[in-house]
C-alpha cells in the first residue's frame, strides 16, 4: 500500500483554513472597535493563536462521500459539535475573564 497526499483533504482543510482566517480577523475587527475606549492591548488577545475550527459539516461530507464512508460524516458531524460547544465554553470564559478584569481596572482606578 502506497501512501500518498490526498488532494480531497488539501481542498476540504485549505478551504476551512481560509473561512477560519477569515473569521479570526473578523473577530480581531471586532475587538478593536469595542476596544475604542480602551487600551488596545487589553482588546488584543496575545496569548497566542486561538483555536479553531478546521472542518466545517460540509467539508465533513464531502470527505465521506469521497472515501464513500457514508458512516464517515455522522462520525465527522459529531465531532465538528462537540469542538464547536468546547470552543463556545472557552469563548464565554474568556469574555467572562476580560469584563472582570475592566471591572478590577475600573474599580482600581477610582481609588
Not at 492591548?41 to 472515501?67: R, Y
Not at 472557552?90 to 475592566?102: D, G, H, I, S, V
Amino acid at each position: 500500500m502506497r501512501i500518498s497526499p490526498s488532494r480531497l483533504l488539501d481542498t476540504a482543510y485549505s478551504a476551512a483554513t481560509i473561512a477560519t482566517s477569515i473569521a479570526k480577523l473578523e473577530k480581531e475587527f471586532e475587538d478593536i472597535k469595542r476596544s475604542a475606549d480602551n487600551d488596545y492591548i487589553d482588546a488584543v488577545d496575545l496569548s497566542g493563536p486561538a483555536e479553531s475550527m478546521l472542518l466545517s459539516q460540509s467539508s465533513g461530507k464531502l470527505i465521506a462521500e469521497s472515501l464513500e464512508i457514508p458512516e464517515l460524516a455522522v462520525e465527522i458531524e459529531r465531532a465538528i459539535a462537540q469542538i464547536e460547544k468546547t470552543l463556545k465554553a472557552e469563548k464565554l470564559e474568556e469574555q467572562e475573564k476580560r469584563q472582570q478584569r475592566a471591572v478590577e481596572k475600573e474599580v482600581g482606578s477610582k481609588k
